[in-house]
């Protein structure tokens, strides 16, 4: 095939709409976003435009460092735990029969339509103190006593990783539905253990993936908002939630909206990342 640039109107059709989109729900409210962002506050909790830039400034602040910090350590931590749960269990997935693999993913689809609420209220009652796993312990002699498990950090991220578990396993299932296992093989026949044959052959072949994977995880993560409320303590809160924070209950319209850029700034070059990663995996 022979690829050429769209000469007529009609040929640039099918990427009209998607151009549209792009506009309307995007550059739009990105762009009031930033006006927002540098207008300044006046008391009663309203703004009036202006061009200042006291907001970003205000990111220098220990508070806003210390934040942003445990968002990125979070979010790191999160991808590190997701993919390290996920790539191994989509491996194994990948080499099982197609019934078994069909199965599988339904059920990873099914959890897919679970909102945040849900998970954040499901793992609430399943490290409660009440109805929580610790009851089983005790039943089984190992707790003398039912504890509260949440909320806590193991808690917030123990949520998070199970939010974000599914969406690695559908990322990562493509490449390793089309690795050749006769790789591996080979490495077997050479006298390579299955777990040095896995490190060795399967994880540096699919290197760009997992590093697209993880970045992909990692923006997940960055945007949460309800986990970090239900499942951790207010030093546990996370960006997301401290825009809502000042958007709404310190009416500090114009500092939210500083951060809201900040965050989609940083999202948009972790996917650019990502996409790069991509790029270099189909040019090799």
């Known amino acids: 095939m022979i690829r050429r640039a769209p000469r007529s109107l009609a040929e640039h059709a099918p990427i009209l709409f998607p151009a549209l989109m792009l506009v309307v729900f995007f550059v739009i409210p990105f762009s009031l976003m930033i006006a927002v962002s540098v207008a300044r506050r006046v008391p009663g909790g309203f703004y009036e435009p202006d061009l200042v830039f006291a907001n970003y400034e205000r990111f ?24 390290g749960i996920g790539f191994p269990f989509t491996y194994r997935l990948a080499r099982l029969p197609r019934a078994a693999q069909v199965r599988w993913l339904v059920f990873l689809l099914s959890i897919l339509s679970l909102s945040e609420v849900i998970i954040g209220f499901a793992w609430s009652t399943l490290l409660s103190r009440t109805a929580g796993i610790t009851n089983l312990f005790v039943a089984l002699g190992l707790m003398a006593e039912p504890q509260s498990l949440t909320p806590s950090f193991g808690a917030l991220l123990a949520g998070m990783v199970y939010q974000a578990f599914p969406y690695t396993v559908l990322v990562l299932y493509p490449a390793l539905a089309r690795f050749d296992p006769s790789l591996v093989e080979a490495a077997r026949t050479l006298g390579s253990s299955p777990l040095r044959a896995f490190f060795t052959v399967v994880v540096p072949a699919l290197r760009s993936t997992i590093a697209a994977t993880l970045i992909m995880a990692f923006v997940f993560a960055l945007g949460s908002y309800l986990l970090p409320q239900l499942l951790g303590r207010p030093q546990h809160w996370t960006l997301s ?44």
């Open 241 to 284: 939630v401290l825009i809502t924070d000042q958007a709404i209950y310190q009416s500090n319209m114009p500092f939210a909206a500083a951060m809201a850029v900040f965050l989609v700034l940083v999202s948009l070059a972790l996917v650019a990342l990502a996409l790069l990663a991509g790029r270099r995996r189909e040019e090799a």
């Open 60 to 83: 220098l602040t220990a508070f806003f460092g210390g934040v942003l910090a445990f968002s990125l350590e979070l979010a790191g931590l999160v991808a590190v735990l997701a993919v």
